[in-house]
């Protein structure tokens, strides 16, 4: 049964950058596509960005593109998003997750497993 655990949310200020991780364990890692989606208050959950099974690519919601980077490292089967040039409109719940479809999608419903989230907060 694969399991997600997101760290390194907090609060932070505009400007600054932050790395979110993403454990992954149940499963073999490099089986599974990883993207990060967030949701902020009253909004609908958004894709932020993906990487494919072998980090042979990424892409990028517009709204954060040039500044986030999705990483991942297979041999600690771990993702991570890279943050930086918050704003305060970055604050949200960022999650995790994994897709079977070993280059992923920026469709949440085409995503089998999901972390529980971490919140981060960008203050102006």
């Known amino acids: 049964q694969v399991q997600l655990s997101e760290s390194g949310g907090g609060l932070v200020q505009a400007g600054d950058s932050l790395r979110l991780s993403c454990g992954f364990s149940?499963?073999?890692?490099?089986?599974?596509?990883m993207a990060w989606f967030r949701q902020a208050p009253g909004k609908e959950r958004e894709f932020v960005g993906g990487i494919w099974w072998n980090g042979g690519s990424t892409y990028y919601g517009q709204a954060v593109k040039g500044r986030f980077t999705v990483l991942r490292d297979n041999a600690k089967n771990t993702a991570y998003l890279q943050m930086t040039s918050l704003k305060p409109e970055d604050t949200a719940v960022y999650y995790c997750?994994?897709?079977?479809?070993?280059?992923?999608?920026?469709?949440?419903?085409?995503?089998?497993?999901w972390g529980q989230g971490t919140q981060v907060t960008v203050s102006s």
């Open positions: 997750a994994a897709s079977k479809f070993p280059e992923g999608s920026r469709r949440e419903d085409e995503y089998d497993h």
């Open positions: 149940g499963q073999k890692f490099n089986s599974y596509a």
